[in-house]
């Protein structure tokens, strides 16, 4: 699928079932806004580093590392230049 703008950068789609998406690769050039999802989100960086703010917890990340995201935690990502994230949602971590 094409990669689309985003108020962070880009996004791209990867792969949907039944209308819900299931994945998604994140481009960043900026940091993102606060958001949540009512399924895990699963995050795997793929390019780069950066910082997971998981509700009141920052997880510093890099390139190979994953983090979870519980349903409806308040999240977003602090990027430094060129973080790229895998992300898979899913009913259970």
């Known amino acids: 699928m094409e990669k689309r703008k985003t108020s962070f950068g880009e996004m791209e789609t ?3 079932r039944e209308g819900k998406i299931v994945s998604e690769r994140l481009y960043f050039e900026r940091e993102g806004r606060g958001h949540t999802h009512n399924v895990w989100e699963i995050c795997y960086v793929i390019a780069g580093q950066g910082v997971i703010v998981n509700g009141e917890e920052r997880v510093e990340v890099k390139k190979g ?3 979870k995201i519980p349903p409806n935690a308040e999240h977003w990502m602090i990027p430094d230049p060129d973080m790229e994230v895998l992300l898979v949602y899913s009913p259970n971590p």
């Open 14 to 16: 990867l792969l949907e």
């Open 65 to 67: 590392d994953v983090c």
